[in-house]
Nanobody, 125 residues
Framework: QLQLVESGGGLVPPGGSLRLSCTVS????????IGWFRQAPGKGREGVSC????????YYADSVKGRFTASKDNAKNTVYLQMNSLKPEDTAVYYC??????????????????WGQGTQVTVSS
């Protein structure tokens, strides 16, 4: 059974850092692109980042570019999202999602078939 589980969320002050993990099971991570999305209260789901199946290509939304970094360890079946210089507007539930794709990655939620349950990130003093 294909499964994605996010972890690493929490409460941090502005300017702080967190590293989210997305651990997958039931499929080979090197066959799938992984996207990171977030949803703040009262807002729609926003594409934050994605990383290709090989890890060689990444995409970042303008709102997080230069602050967030996506990486993957196919041997550990885990994808990471390092988040630095966090801002209150980064507060949201963060989700990872999988898209079977040989090359590249997409930042639209409609392109992803499998989703994790989400992890809460709160940036507040």
């Amino acid at each position: 059974q294909l499964q994605l589980v996010e972890s690493g969320g929490g409460l941090v002050p502005p300017g702080g850092s967190l590293r989210l993990s997305c651990t997958v099971s039931g499929f080979r991570l090197d066959y799938y692109a992984i996207g990171w999305f977030r949803q703040a209260p009262g807002k729609g789901r926003e594409g934050v980042s994605c990383i290709s199946s090989s890890g060689g290509m990444t995409y970042y939304a303008d709102s997080v570019k230069g602050r967030f970094t996506a990486s993957k360890d196919n041997a550990k079946n885990t994808v990471y999202l390092q988040m630095n210089s966090l801002k209150p507007e980064d507060t949201a539930v963060y989700y990872c999602a999988a898209d079977r794709r040989i090359a590249g990655c997409m930042y639209r939620s409609a392109d992803y078939d499998f989703w994790g349950q989400g992890t809460q990130v709160t940036v507040s003093s």
